[in-house]
């Protein structure tokens, strides 16, 4: 085939896809990056940080990209870190990590996300649930199921409600049981400090609380970057504990889970610091928590219910038969995701999801009801 053809072939399978810049979006902690950034993706497309030897500059950037998620964690800029795929590879890491510590089993909640079970299969570790409060891990659950020995995970934003679990009191816990404390903050990483600076929670998530060993935190989330650009940061360097011989590499050796590792997203997930900044960052965050108070205030207003009052830019609606709600939203152009244990839609105010787009939801959310009489 030519060039043209193949173009033609591609853009048949391009517009059967969902796109972010149509908004409809709903249920992905993704948004659509800024034009630098996927350029710095394409310009650096051919770096693999498998082998840094030959990749110096994309290592220094990487060493940027670990200072700037240093700062989200209130880390000092002598501690580590990786760019990696995601976050599910970041838990992955982290739990190995702790194992060849010596640590012996894991504990969190049921709404830790699903890699955490994936990565204790992977790792023969068994894992225990720890019950929740409101959404969030319970304090005296983990009291008298905790074990010295123990990985316990606790999540800043988690997947289906976007809570923060208590961490300071966890870390604390953390401490008189010598155990290891991973914080997976992949989505909430890049909101909770911001959420400080705007008044909205006082709560501790880093390095800051002193138990606290890993953090998972993804600058392809709410950082703006493409996929895939996960991250993982350690107080020590951990990575030494995975590390492993390869004579075939310029400095002869790998310490990540993968082999190759796709590094234009380092270039990319730079380019995006550089672009917002700081100051930009907590724009992003401020215009997020104004539409999704938009939301709660609206869908009161269509009386809808909403499950919990949001702690960041996840909202959840109660609805009667929400798979049926969720096929037909899907048939009708919109990208959302469910929690069928809560019965309720999910939807994540993304910097895509505007007040527009909220209004044009819960007009078509209103005529599903009427139409099916929920």
């Given amino acids: 085939m030519d060039e043209e053809e193949i173009e033609e072939l591609l853009q048949k399978y391009y517009r059967k896809d969902m796109h972010y810049e149509d908004g409809k979006i709903l249920g992905s902690m993704y948004t659509q990056p800024p034009k630098i950034a996927l350029k710095a993706f394409f310009k650096f497309y051919q770096a693999n940080l498998g082998n840094p030897g030959l990749y110096r500059g994309t290592a220094e950037m990487e060493r940027e990209v670990i200072k700037f998620l240093l700062k989200l964690t209130s880390g000092s800029e002598d501690f580590f870190g990786h760019i990696v ?30 890699s955490i079970r994936k990565a204790a299969n992977l790792l023969k570790l068994p894992i225990k649930r720890v019950e929740m409060e409101k959404g969030r891990m319970s304090i005296e659950d983990l009291k008298s199921k905790i074990k010295e020995e123990d990985i316990i995970v606790a999540t800043v934003g988690t997947t289906p409600l976007g809570f923060v679990d208590p961490i300071e009191e966890i870390g604390k816990i953390c401490q008189m049981h010598n155990c290891f404390l991973h914080v997976d903050a992949a989505f909430g990483g890049y909101v909770v400090p911001f959420l400080r600076e705007l008044k909205y929670t006082n709560k501790k998530f880093g390095f800051d609380i ?6 998972t935190i993804d600058p392809h989330k709410m950082g703006m970057a493409p996929y895939p650009a996960g991250g993982i940061v350690s107080r020590e360097n951990i990575f030494e504990k995975i590390e492993i011989e390869a004579p075939y590499l310029i400095e002869e050796k790998n310490d990540s889970l993968l082999g190759t590792r796709q590094s234009g997203s380092v270039a990319a997930a730079y380019a995006a610091q550089l672009y917002f900044g700081w100051e930009g960052y907590r724009e992003i965050v401020r215009k997020c928590m104004e539409n999704t108070n938009y939301l709660v205030k609206r869908a009161k207003e269509e009386e809808l219910e ?3 009052q949001p702690e960041m830019n996840i909202v959840n609606l109660i609805i009667k038969n929400v ?6 939203l899907y048939a009708r152009g919109w990208g959302i995701s469910i929690n069928p244990k809560y019965s309720s839609l999910r939807i994540v105010i993304m910097p895509h999801v505007t007040k527009g787009i909220i209004d044009e939801f819960l007009a078509e959310i209103k005529n599903i009801k009427k139409s099916y009489g929920l």
């Fill in 85 to 114: 795929s995601g976050g599910t590879e970041a838990n992955i890491i982290a739990l190995w990590v702790a194992r060849e510590m010596g640590y012996k089993r894991v504990l969190a909640t049921e709404d830790a996300h699903f």
């Fill in 210 to 215: 002193p138990a606290v060993r890993t953090i």
């Fill in 306 to 308: 909403i499950l919990q």
């Fill in 323 to 328: 798979e049926k709600v969720k096929m037909e």
